[in-house]
C-alpha cells in the first residue's frame, strides 16, 4: 500500500509517494488535476488537510483510493509548528504519520449540507451588515438629538418613519442606508425560504423544532453541524463539541476549573445562548434550572449552563428520534439535566 500526503492549495499540489520506506515527491497544478487521479491505485491512502477545497479533493479521489483522510489542522500541530515549513515537508508529514495511522480525521460534509451551510454563513454576514446599517441610522439621529428605540428600525413602516425625521444632506444619508437595509431584508427572506425548504427535509430537523426556545434557524445550524448524532458518544461529547464544557487544569494535587473552552463554531454557539435567553420564558424545565443557578452564580453563568443544558435536551431528542413532548414525560432524562 502507497500511503500518499498531499499539500493542497488553491492552484497547486504537493504530492508526497510513500512506498517501501522511500518518499518521492511532485507537484501537480489543479488544472492538470487528472493526472494526479490517473496514478491513484484502488490500495493507496491518501491524507489531506481540512481546507477550503478539501471537500472538492475528496469528492474527486474518493471513489479511487482505498482509504482518505481529510485532517483536522486545529488538533494536528505538527505541520503548523513545524521549524521547516515547506509544501515538500508538509506532504511528508501527512504521509509519514498516515502511515503510522496517527492522523485526526475531520469530518467530511455531504454536498447537500455544504450548500446549506454556505446559505447559512451568507445569512450571518447579510444579518451583521444590516446590524452595522441599523447603528450608523442611530448615530446618525444621535448626532441630530432623536434618540431612536432600539426596536424602531426592525418593520419597514419604522425604517420609512425615521425619514420623516431629518432633513437636507442626512436625509439623503439615511435615504441610503434605509434602502440598503430593505435590501438586506429581502435577501435574508429569500435565504430563509431556502432554508425552509431543503433544510425542512433533513433528518432530525422536525424533531428540534418542537422544542421550545429553538429556532428554525438554529435547528438547521445545528443538524448541519452535529450531523449523524451517534458520532457523539454522550451529551458530554457534544456539548465539548461545540466548547461549551469548562476548562480544567488537573495538575499533581490541584485541580482548577475556568471558563468554557470556545471550540467549534462560535455562531451556533452563539444562537444557544439567545435559544437559551427565549426558552427559560417558554421552558419549564430549563426556567427552573435557571432560576436556581441564577440565584448562586449570578445570570452570566446561569445562562451558559442553560444554554449547556438546552444542548442536553437537543442530544436526547435527536438520539432518541423523540419530539419534545416525549422528552418531558421521561423522568429519567429530566432528571439528568436537573439541578
Not at 515537508?89 to 469530518?107: I, Q, T
Not at 471550540?263 to 417558554?282: E, M, P, S, T
Request: glycine share 6%; aromatic share 6%.
Amino acid at each position: 500500500m502507497r500511503h500518499i500526503g498531499v499539500d493542497l492549495h488553491s492552484t497547486q499540489i504537493t504530492v508526497c509517494y510513500l512506498e517501501n520506506d522511500e518518499y518521492t515527491l511532485e507537484k501537480i497544478m489543479l488544472t492538470e488535476f487528472d493526472k494526479f487521479t490517473a496514478k491513484l491505485l484502488p490500495s493507496d491512502s491518501i491524507a489531506v488537510e481540512a481546507t477550503t477545497n478539501s471537500n472538492w479533493f475528496y469528492a474527486k479521489c474518493k471513489d479511487l483510493v482505498a482509504k482518505i483522510v481529510v485532517v483536522n489542522s486545529a488538533i494536528f500541530k505538527v505541520i503548523a509548528s513545524s521549524c521547516n515549513k515547506t509544501d515538500d515537508n508538509d506532504a511528508m508529514l501527512l504521509a509519514k504519520y498516515l502511515s503510522n495511522d496517527m492522523l485526526p480525521e475531520s469530518k467530511v460534509k455531504d454536498p447537500q449540507l455544504l450548500h446549506l451551510q454556505g446559505l447559512l454563513d451568507i445569512r450571518c454576514l447579510l444579518v451583521k451588515q444590516r446590524t452595522m446599517n441599523k447603528n450608523q441610522i442611530h448615530a446618525l439621529c444621535l448626532q441630530q438629538g432623536i434618540k431612536l428605540k432600539a426596536s424602531a428600525l426592525d418593520s419597514i413602516k419604522g425604517l420609512n418613519n425615521v425619514l420623516n425625521t431629518t432633513e437636507g444632506i442626512l436625509q439623503i444619508t439615511l435615504e441610503s442606508l434605509v434602502r440598503v437595509i430593505k435590501s438586506i431584508n429581502n435577501e435574508i427572506k429569500l435565504i430563509d425560504t431556502k432554508l425552509a425548504d431543503e433544510g425542512g427535509k433533513l433528518p432530525g430537523y422536525e424533531h428540534l423544532t418542537t422544542i421550545k426556545g429553538l429556532g428554525a434557524t438554529t435547528a438547521i445550524m445545528l443538524v448541519i453541524a452535529i450531523g449523524n448524532i451517534n458520532n457523539f458518544d454522550s451529551n458530554k461529547k457534544l456539548a465539548a463539541y461545540f466548547g461549551l464544557v469548562p476548562t480544567v487544569r488537573n495538575s499533581n494535587e490541584t485541580i482548577k476549573h475556568g471558563g468554557i473552552t470556545k471550540k467549534g463554531d462560535a455562531k451556533i454557539r452563539a444562537n444557544l445562548v439567545q435559544c437559551a435567553i427565549v426558552a427559560i420564558k417558554y421552558n419549564p424545565i430549563l426556567g427552573e434550572f435557571y432560576k436556581k443557578l441564577k440565584l448562586k452564580k449570578g445570570h452570566g453563568i446561569a445562562i451558559i449552563a442553560t444554554a449547556r443544558k438546552l444542548l442536553t435536551i437537543i442530544y436526547a431528542t435527536l438520539k432518541n428520534g423523540w419530539y419534545f413532548t416525549d422528552f418531558c414525560n421521561n423522568q429519567r432524562e429530566i432528571k439528568a439535566i436537573a439541578w
